[in-house]
């Protein structure tokens, strides 16, 4: 059924657009061939090998090494702690400059370390760091900075300008920018080093898992000595270490889901493309626009403006939700706004930014027919407008009397 009027709405009582079985929700994990998984997993049984620098962990390595087109990569169990482990082997001390509008993992971790996170703004259409506010937030005890190449579009040089000008270490989240690139080559080896994630929800993952590449020889021997608790040799500990290893059967999914890359990004760029002929022209929501070719399209991100739209991210999504359709609102709130980092900082264009976002589902369990779907509802929402609004707002204050 089409649905055309505010009562068709699921939110308001009508039938749900996705049926139970049909859901969808941002972030399901993309599987790969099965069989492969299994014969991986049976052979690091057969070895006894499951843990500690096995065959599978070295040839995951190799592997995103040779995808991130840089000389050496340590996997870790995650890229929290992957980036814990990079900003202990960088020696950043003090006070580290993060955007805010992050997932809090990045901030954490410098936090984790017992250093302080120092927010800078964002730009409001990329999302990404601002490399004149982040100079301006450069103190004496300013030892590093972390870019996040959110939405996996690359920071800008000039960030890059910024900590050479200035003497200071320059560490990547990338956990969202595996396999992208800029001009046709991985910008993995700007910096220092660069984290990646391979959790569940990544576009290849690992169970959970990370990894820090870099070009640095010295840099990649001490993040592989602090990952393993400081140890150099068999028994000298150099390091005050942790213990952030890949399993065996962490990296035997992160093979298999190496393995499907070229076609979970087939796929995501289609659905990405398929969900911008369905947005171009809807009042008040925006897409962000990246050339899908360039990136692994495992963010398909909205913007709504409440002004033109007529209601906000929060409602769509409500609104959404009851079709069938679970979105996210990363990262809202921004980092600053969390209570560990309540700091007051003003950061105008991050605290815009976190006002309109909203992600839409994609991966291999997304159709070209789904996002069909969820276009059409998010156009009937866009001509409704703000009668979506008042209704909600009416039926929500009925419901507490
Ligand atoms: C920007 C960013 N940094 C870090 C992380 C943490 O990754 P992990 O779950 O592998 O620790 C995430 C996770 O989504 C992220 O989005």
């Given amino acids: 059924m089409t649905k055309q009027r505010l009562d068709d709405l699921a939110v308001f009582g009508g039938t749900p657009a996705f049926a139970a079985h049909e859901r969808l ?5 993309n599987i790969g061939d099965r069989d492969r998984l299994f014969q991986r997993l049976t052979m690091a049984l057969d070895k006894r090998w499951l843990s500690n620098n ?10 995103v ?10 996997a870790m169990c995650n890229a929290t702690v992957a980036l814990q482990v990079g900003i202990k082997a960088l020696g950043m001390t003090g ?3 993060v955007p805010s509008f992050t997932f809090s993992a990045t901030a954490h971790a410098v936090g984790w370390l017992g250093l302080t996170p120092v927010f800078c703004d964002v730009d409001p259409v990329t999302h990404l760091l601002d490399p004149a506010h982040a100079e301006s937030l450069i103190t004496p005890r300013t030892s590093g900075i972390i870019g996040v190449h959110v939405w996996g579009q690359p920071c800008s040089d000039e960030l890059t300008e910024v900590a050479r000008r200035n003497g200071l270490k320059l560490l990547f989240d990338g956990a969202h920018s595996f396999g992208c690139l800029e001009e046709g080559r991985s910008f993995a080896g700007r910096g220092d080093a660069t984290v990646f994630s391979f959790h569940a929800t990544k576009v290849v993952n690992a169970f959970e898992g990370g990894a820090l590449v870099t070009d640095d020889a010295a840099l990649a021997r001490r993040v592989r000595a602090i990952q393993n608790f400081g140890l150099v040799a068999e028994d000298t500990v150099n390091w005050v270490g942790t213990n ?3 399993s065996e059967a962490s990296a035997a999914m992160g093979l298999t889901s190496l393995d499907a890359m070229p076609e979970i990004f ?3 760029r289609d659905i990405y493309r398929a969900y911008r002929a369905g947005l171009a022209h809807v009042p008040g929501i925006r897409m962000l626009d990246y050339d899908p070719s360039a990136n692994n399209c495992q963010y398909v991100v909205i913007e709504v403006d409440e002004d033109a739209a007529g209601f906000g991210p929060d409602l769509l999504r409500t609104v959404l939700r009851a079709e069938g359709v679970t979105c996210r609102r990363y990262f809202s709130p921004a980092c600053h706004a969390m209570t560990p980092y309540n700091t007051g900082a003003s950061l105008p264009q991050t605290d815009a930014v976190t006002r309109r976002v909203l ?6 369990v997304v159709t070209r027919a789904d996002v069909a779907r969820v276009c059409g509802l998010i156009q009937l929402a866009a001509a409704l407008g703000n009668d979506i609004t008042e209704r909600y707002e009416a039926t929500t204050a009925t419901a507490l009397i």
């Fill in 95 to 97: 006070e580290v400059i």
């Fill in 25 to 29: 929700t941002v972030g399901v994990p």
């Fill in 244 to 246: 952030a290893k890949m």
């Fill in 266 to 268: 087939a796929h995501n």
């Fill in 65 to 74: 090494a040779d995808t991130s087109a840089v000389r050496h990569c340590v």
């Fill in 359 to 364: 992600q839409l589902p994609t991966g291999m």
């Fill in 54 to 63: 096995g065959a599978l962990v070295q040839d995951f390595e190799e592997r």
